[in-house]
C-alpha cells in the first residue's frame, strides 16, 4: 500500500490565489522530504529539500518566497505555491524515503492548473 | 558532464525482445542506486535497488559497476506493458547530508 499520501491530487484556481499541497509519510517518520515538479514531456525537477524543524533547501531557480515549505512534524510537509500564475502549471511530487540509502517512496502528484 | 547521465531514448523495441540501458554517475563517492519506472503523467515507482552484486527480479535485471561509474537496467521477454519512462537515481550521504541525483529519464517504448 502507498507509504506517501500526497493531496489534493489535483486542483484548479484562478490566477493571483494560493495553493496548499500536503504530504504525509504514513506509516514512517521522514526527518527529510523532498518536492519535485515536472513539466509535460520533462524529467523531474527537484524544487526543494523539507527539512522537519528548519528551513528548506531550495534548489537554484526555485524561488523560496513564492513555493512555501513547512515541514511542522515527522510525517507532513506542505507546499504552498503563493500567487500562482499559469507558468506554475504543473505537475508537483512530494516524496520521502525511511533513512540514508533508502529508496523514496512518492506521493501520487498534484496536477496543479492555473487559470 | 551532468551528475548523472541517462540516454533519453526512445528505445523502440519489439515485444519479446531484450532491452537494457545505462546510466552513468559522477561521484564516485556515490553509495545507492536505484532505478524507478515513470508513467505518462504519473509519480516514479520504485522498480528496484541496485545492489553491488547485480540483482534480479522477475524479467529485470540491475547491475553495478563501480569502477565504471555506471548502473544498468536489463528487461527480458520485454511486454507492452513495460513501455514507460525509466529513470535512475544516485544517493550519496556527505556530512549528514542525503542527496539524491535523479537522471532525466530513458524512454521505452514496447511496439507489438
Known amino acids: 500500500g502507498a507509504v506517501v499520501s500526497q493531496h489534493p491530487s489535483w486542483v484548479i484556481c484562478k490566477s493571483g490565489t494560493s495553493v496548499k499541497i500536503e504530504c504525509r509519510s504514513l506509516d514512517f517518520q521522514a526527518t527529510t522530504m523532498f518536492w519535485y515538479r515536472q513539466f509535460p514531456k520533462q524529467s523531474l525537477m527537484l524544487m526543494a529539500t523539507?527539512?522537519?524543524?528548519?528551513?528548506?533547501?531550495?534548489e537554484q531557480g526555485v524561488e523560496k518566497d513564492k513555493f512555501l515549505i513547512n515541514h511542522a512534524s515527522l510525517t507532513l510537509s506542505t507546499l504552498t505555491v503563493t500567487s500562482a500564475h499559469p507558468e506554475d502549471s504543473s505537475f508537483y511530487i512530494c516524496s520521502a524515503s525511511r533513512g540514508a540509502n533508502s529508496p523514496l517512496h512518492f506521493g501520487n502528484g498534484t496536477r496543479l492548473t492555473v487559470t | 558532464r551532468k551528475e548523472v547521465e541517462q540516454d533519453p531514448g526512445p528505445f523502440n523495441v519489439p515485444e519479446g525482445a531484450t532491452v537494457a540501458f545505462n546510466c552513468t554517475y559522477s561521484n564516485s563517492a556515490s553509495q545507492s542506486f536505484f532505478w524507478y519506472r515513470q508513467d505518462c503523467r504519473k509519480e516514479p515507482k520504485l522498480l528496484m535497488s541496485?545492489?553491488?552484486?547485480?540483482n534480479e527480479d522477475g524479467r529485470f535485471t540491475a547491475q553495478l559497476n563501480r569502477a565504471s561509474q555506471y548502473i544498468s537496467l536489463l528487461i527480458r521477454d520485454s511486454k507492452l506493458s513495460d513501455s514507460a519512462t525509466y529513470l535512475c537515481v544516485v544517493a550519496s550521504s556527505m556530512d549528514s547530508n542525503y542527496q539524491l541525483i535523479w537522471g532525466a529519464g530513458t524512454k521505452l517504448i514496447i511496439k507489438p
Open positions: 523539507s527539512n522537519e524543524g528548519s528551513k528548506a533547501t531550495y
Open positions: 541496485v545492489y553491488s552484486s547485480g
